[in-house]
């Protein structure tokens, strides 16, 4: 074989399974590296002072109802909070071992690269955009939940108190903001800069920066890099995340997890048929051939019955056969000897002055017979 | 009954009466305040019994259909005929009010054919179990159908559809595959939240695995049952078949058992999650592996094997029990078990209101079809269905 030809067969294998392999890490989510400018939103949280403006900025930009107690009142600060279908941001209080001043985090959708929320909703309300948000349209809800069951950060909310129209409430990233070409109100109005904007991947060296130039101050872990597959939200800290709140969540894309269920359907829908219909054709032919069977036993039984029934009659009909013979003889007989003896009781009369001699005569043919 | 209007207030049908009159009241609250008035589902903890018992269980314990059509059907073992009609009813019923139960639950119930019309989000396993449960309720309808044909007395349609009987029970344990296992799927996507005893990639085969358990469990707990209240409606064929199918049954369910107990542990070693079981849901986790699947398999062969049909009987309900257990465990009493005991989840009373008028729906309707219908005897003018 000529080396070029090899090399180019050897090449269109390679393709081919290159190609498999998108074809497969498609379906299972690992070839999504998120949108290539999409934005997101890094939260340092040593530079959090828990002041609560980005709340407020959230309440008026998503004109959300009004809090029972005033943004200034940090008092709230005192008591964990999570986000609801009234509001789509909460900063929260976290004092640690250690250290003196207490430690703020704000909390709101991390708008993941592969949602959890739009790989689990079964009427595709989910949206994750090119700008990095993820959005949810109302109009298509049906009020299943499964969002909230899916999403790793239990940040969707339901208006559970609304009859005839509840649906999931979450931070947009201020979608309709950003395609204006404004900031997210939270990231806008943050006086200590701990909110930054800007493109994901520039997010990440900013952050990496920082680690690098101030490690006394940083854990070495940006969280949401890698958890759930990644998120358009990064957050640096000076604890450990999980001591803010912030759970394990694992580095694997909620798409990526189901994707082992999902393939299986294709295979159950193909093969469950023909496993079936054979099992059914087998115990049919096992039907058919115990009834073919018990149909040969019947036959046979039946056969050797006739056998017998035929040997006996024709037993009998030779006994029959033998015994008339015996009858007629011995019938034949009778009439011979009775004739005989007619005929000599007339020889007898005809010679009856004779004298008494025909006893003795008449004796003498039946000894014969 | 109804001959005898004498008759017809007896006590359980008292009691039917006012579970079904309160269930109303709830149904209108629940309708006209929205789901916050009568549950105590939150932004942590959206699913309930509404899923948990009505779904989840509600599914699993209605797998006697699946199950007994197959075996007898497709597995050729005739002797199960009889106890085919009463569990495709059953699990009509099941599935049904599953629907039924489902609306309760939904935010927007009039939206519930979205999914299968309007916008198909083939992602979701969410979507795989809506549309294998929306086909298969109807194909357990159509199997159900000559029941009520035959006592209707359309012998043409009736004779049609029992042409197809074959190819529906195919379509039904697909289905039934399909839907089992996607419920435990559902679960796959929440690594964080369900406990690591309890979550597994291999959540899909156990939903199947146990859910056929559930579906034998289900024929021989229901047949007791049914023994005790519609003797008089059932024919000799049915009375003398019904306990070689409940020893036909136990024998099934205690292999099954047996195997999804080593599956289990398989699953617990490949994960490395014994440590757990010194823990209070390891503690959990043995309640739920001794006692409502080794025991149950235990007491299942030691009746088929001793002939006991009383023992057999106790182990169905050792087994109806531990699908009600696991399915319990893995959407709510395991599920975000990280959370402290303020934000975990307890029914409210209404909630459970609702499920008994559910169940209790289930059960009347049950014993309408069964007095009126041929599903315990044969119906004389149709002896071919054989």
């Known amino acids: ?369 | 009954m109804s001959s005898n209007q004498k008759s017809f207030w007896t006590p359980g049908n008292i009691l039917t009466a006012f579970i079904l009159a309160g269930g109303l009241v709830l149904t209108v609250l629940r309708f006209t305040q929205g789901i916050g008035a009568v549950t105590n589902l939150d932004d942590n903890n959206p699913w309930g019994v509404w899923i948990g018992f009505d779904l989840l269980c509600g599914v699993a314990l209605a797998a006697g259909g699946y199950v007994t059509s197959a075996s007898c059907y497709l597995f050729g073992l005739k002797k199960y005929h009889s106890a085919v009609r009463p569990a495709i009813t059953t699990a009509f019923l099941g599935y049904f009010f599953v629907v039924i139960a489902l609306l309760y639950d939904l935010g927007h119930p009039w939206r519930l054919p979205y999914p299968l019309v309007w916008s198909q989000g083939t992602t979701s396993l969410l979507f795989e179990v809506g549309l294998c449960v929306a086909t298969y309720v109807t194909v357990l309808f159509v199997e159900w159908s000559p029941a009520a044909l035959e006592w209707l007395g359309f012998r043409k349609i009736r004779n049609f559809v029992i042409k197809l009987t074959l190819p529906l029970t195919i379509l039904g344990v697909v289905l039934s595959t399909m839907h089992q296992s996607s419920l435990g799927a559902l679960f796959v996507i929440a690594p964080g939240k369900l406990h690591p005893l309890w979550y597994s990639s291999f959540l899909p085969v156990f939903f199947f695995m146990s859910s056929m358990v559930a579906g034998a469990s289900m024929v021989i707990f229901e047949g007791a049952l049914t023994h005790k209240g519609l003797h008089h409606k059932m024919d000799k064929t049915h009375l003398e078949e019904a306990e070689g199918v409940a020893f036909g049954m136990a024998k099934a369910a205690s292999f099954i058992l047996l195997g999804y107990f080593f599956i289990k542990m398989f699953d617990i070693t490949m994960d490395n999650d014994w440590h757990y079981l010194a823990t209070g849901y390891g503690a959990l986790f043995m309640v739920e592996m001794l006692g409502f699947v080794a025991l149950p398999a235990f007491l299942y062969a030691l009746g088929v094997r001793e002939k006991n049909l009383t023992m057999v009987r106790v182990a169905s309900v050792f087994g109806v029990l531990g699908i009600v257990f696991n399915r319990f465990n893995v959407s709510m009493l395991a599920f975000n078990w990280q959370l402290p005991a303020s934000e975990r989840y307890f029914p409210h009373w209404m909630e459970i209101g609702i499920s008994i008028f559910i169940v209790t729906l289930i059960v009347t309707t049950y014993r309408f079809i069964a007095t009126k219908m041929p599903v315990l005897y044969e119906h004389p003018e149709y002896k071919d269905a054989h």
């Open chain 1, 1 to 369: 074989m000529h080396r070029r030809k090899f090399l180019s067969l050897l090449g269109g294998a390679g393709l081919a399974s290159a190609m498999g392999v998108t074809k497969s890490q498609a379906a299972s989510g690992h070839s999504f590296n998120g949108y290539p400018d999409a934005m997101g939103v890094l939260h340092d949280s040593t530079r959090c002072i828990g002041c609560r403006k980005c709340e407020e900025a959230c309440y008026q930009v998503n004109d959300l109802p009004k809090p029972e107690k005033e943004f200034k009142d940090l008092t709230v600060l005192d008591t964990k909070r999570r986000t609801d279908a009234k509001t789509y941001t909460v900063v929260n209080k976290y004092n640690t071992a250690g250290l003196e001043h207490p430690i703020f985090r704000k909390q709101q959708c991390n708008h993941c690269m592969e949602p959890a929320c739009a790989s689990a909703c079964f009427v595709k309300a989910f949206t994750k955009n090119s700008d990095g948000s993820v959005t949810y349209n109302g109009d298509l809800c049906v009020g299943c939940r499964y969002c909230m069951i899916a999403c790793p950060f239990s940040v969707p909310t339901f208006e559970y108190d609304d009859a005839f129209d509840p649906l999931i409430q979450k931070c947009t990233m201020c979608h309709p903001r950003i395609q204006e070409g404004k900031l997210p109100g939270c990231v806008e109005i943050c006086p200590k800069e701990a909110l930054t904007f800007g493109r994901r991947e520039d997010l990440l060296g900013i952050a990496r920066d920082r680690i690098r130039k101030y490690p006394d101050r940083y854990v070495k872990h940006i969280y949401g890099e890698h958890e759930a597959g990644g998120t358009n939200w990064l957050y640096l800290s000076g604890v450990p995340h999980t001591e803010l709140g912030q759970i394990e969540v694992g580095k694997t894309s909620a798409p990526e997890l189901t994707s082992g269920a999902l393939g299986a359907v294709p295979m159950v829908v193909g093969i469950w048929p023909v496993l079936l219909t054979g099992a059914y054709a087998i115990s049919k032919r096992k039907e058919k051939i115990a009834q073919e069977e018990k149909a040969e036993a019947v036959r046979a039984t039946r056969e050797s019955a006739q056998e017998e029934a035929e040997a006996a009659l024709k037993a009998a009909m030779d006994k029959a056969t033998k015994d008339k013979a015996a009858a007629v003889e011995r019938e034949v007989k009778k009439a011979v000897a009775e004739a005989e003896k007619a005929f000599e009781e007339k020889l007898a009369a005809a010679q009856a002055p004779a004298g008494e001699a025909d006893t003795g005569a008449g004796e003498s043919p039946e000894e014969e017979a």
